[in-house]
């Protein structure tokens, strides 16, 4: 039985390898000259293709999370706002002022209704709202941190202090 799986590994690794081989040979012209020719096609490419990602929201009893997979045509701060209102996670009046990414660290910079969202929810509807937003934004751009200030200042909300950026959220 080892043998026959080991075979099977072999012959599925040795076709791996020369397909991609190939496809390297051939793909590497046709990019480089789309790329300097016109990039409009690769841009209408993109802007067709959609991006999916996973929206978090509070389950039922505030203990945790549900998850939702979303598929949008691109990914922007503003999308994204969008898709956690619709999930009831945020206000309507939420916004980001400005976000950043720098590599795998996202830097979000919410309005002062954010605040407000998050001073009106007791320690559990604080941890899943902020778990939500930091999980869909981490989740979006494939990132590992999450900074959040709120019209450029440290949020404080009287359970935590939100001065270090936060991973993901269980």
């Known amino acids: 039985m080892k043998i026959i799986a080991s075979i099977l590994l072999l012959c599925f690794l ?15 012209a046709p990019s480089t000259i789309a790329q300097t020719a ?33 598929s949008l045509p691109s990914v922007t701060e503003s999308s994204i706002v969008e898709e956690l209102i619709r999930a009831g996670v945020l206000t309507d009046t939420v916004a980001i002022n400005q976000l950043t990414v720098t590599g795998a660290q996202v830097q979000v910079d919410f309005n002062s209704a954010f605040r407000d969202l998050v001073l009106s929810q007791g320690s559990s509807g604080e ?26 200042e440290i949020l404080e909300s009287g359970h935590v202090i939100y001065d270090t950026p936060l991973s993901f959220h269980e």
Do not use: H, K, W
């Not at 040795?14 to 590497?28: E, F, H, I, P, Y």
């Not at 945790?64 to 979303?70: K, S």
């Open 127 to 152: 941890y899943v709202l902020i778990g939500s937003v930091v999980n869909t934004i981490l989740s979006a751009y494939d990132a590992d941190t999450v900074s959040i200030t709120v019209d450029g």
């Open 38 to 70: 016109d990039t409009t096609p690769s841009t209408m490419v993109e802007s067709t293709a959609s991006e999916t990602f996973l929206l978090y929201r509070p389950n039922e009893s505030a203990d945790g999370f549900v998850t939702e997979e979303v």
């Open 14 to 28: 040795l076709a791996g390898c020369s397909s991609s081989g190939v496809a390297q040979a051939t793909d590497t």
